[in-house]
């Protein structure tokens, strides 16, 4: 993709949220600095959390087999989840690019500001598509078929804020999809741990998902954007924290299912100590600086909930 089709390329300003120092914005041509921004991949953490429900979902169904993690799978998925993470925010920002130009946290985002065409992106979008099917059709039938499904959420999403007040809610369907791509691609059917592990992914993701959306409070207000944050308001505490515990309850209920382990358990425990300390640190009032941390933290949350699971199927081989 060229220059050409895709504006004025020759800088790329740092956004609010990018890791400002990311390799990819000092060591990228400068033609392609704006497809970078608009797959988000100087912003890791989307992929990340798009990625961890497939991973704990692929683990627990690892561990119910007896049988080690497969690492085949997880490095597939790995693929999979940064690249359609990065159709779905081109997309995201292909369909919100005049609300973005309003907003100052992403006034500068490469389609708002002009430095990529609608084309482009939309071009851009395709390409990143096919390497995710191409992802996907290295799975079994049923993975394949519940895959497809997966878009269809993805088209609702952005135009979910201007209708509702819980867009957090489809995002958190499209986001924990993967717990049940997880379960399917190691055991070749849909079962109760993999809907028990979607449900405390989803409840995750629109808590997460609150906390992000406290940086836009006031431009959300002012161009009429919806949002789980401006609803809750001065109880997004509360809120946050009943979506959170039904979180945990869901992923205490997964393992059960699944048929339990100690070591399992504890990657719950520690996943809802960290939970719990977002919800001490999340207010109505807080910086957004602050609420960009805890939600980046998320990170750290689901890698805590994945490394209890895989040690429960590492345990079980000895």
């Known amino acids: 993709m060229s220059a050409a089709q895709g504006g004025d390329s020759s800088e790329a300003p740092a956004l609010p949220d990018a890791i400002a120092d990311h390799p990819l914005l000092r060591c990228a041509p400068p033609a392609l600095l704006p497809f970078i921004q608009l797959a988000r991949l100087d912003r890791p953490i989307g992929w990340w959390l798009l990625l961890l429900p497939c991973w704990e979902s692929s683990a627990l169904a690892s561990a119910a087999l007896h049988e080690a993690p497969n690492l085949f799978h997880l490095t597939l998925f790995f693929i999979g989840a940064v690249v359609m993470r990065g159709a779905g925010s081109t997309y995201n920002d292909y369909v919100d690019r005049e609300i973005d130009a309003k907003v100052e946290r992403t006034r ?11 084309r482009a992106a939309l071009a851009f979008i395709v390409a990143q598509c096919l390497i995710g099917l191409a992802v996907l059709l290295s ?45 399917t691609a190691q055991t070749g059917a849909l079962g109760a741990p993999a809907l028990f592990l979607y449900a405390a992914a989803i409840f995750w993701t629109v808590g997460f998902d609150t906390i992000y959306a406290l940086q836009d409070l006031r431009d959300d207000a002012i161009v009429g954007v919806r949002s789980t944050a401006r609803l809750f308001g001065k109880r997004v505490q509360i809120a946050v924290g009943a979506l959170y515990a039904t979180s945990i309850a869901s992923a205490v209920t997964a393992v059960f299912a699944a048929g339990g382990g100690w070591f399992a358990y504890l990657g719950v425990a520690a996943y809802a100590a960290h939970l719990a300390w977002q919800i001490a640190e999340t207010r109505e009032n807080v910086a957004p600086s602050t609420a960009l941390r805890l939600f980046r933290s998320n990170r750290d949350a689901g890698l805590l909930l994945f490394a209890g699971f895989a040690a429960q199927s590492l345990a079980f081989l000895f």
């Open 108 to 118: 500068l985002r490469p389609l708002a500001s002009g430095r990529v065409t609608p």
């Open 139 to 183: 799975f079994n039938a049923l993975t394949i078929a519940l895959g497809l499904i997966s878009p269809l959420i993805v088209l609702i999403y952005p135009f979910a804020k201007r209708f509702t007040s819980w867009p957090q809610a489809i995002l958190g369907c499209a986001f924990a999809y993967g717990a049940l791509l997880g379960w």
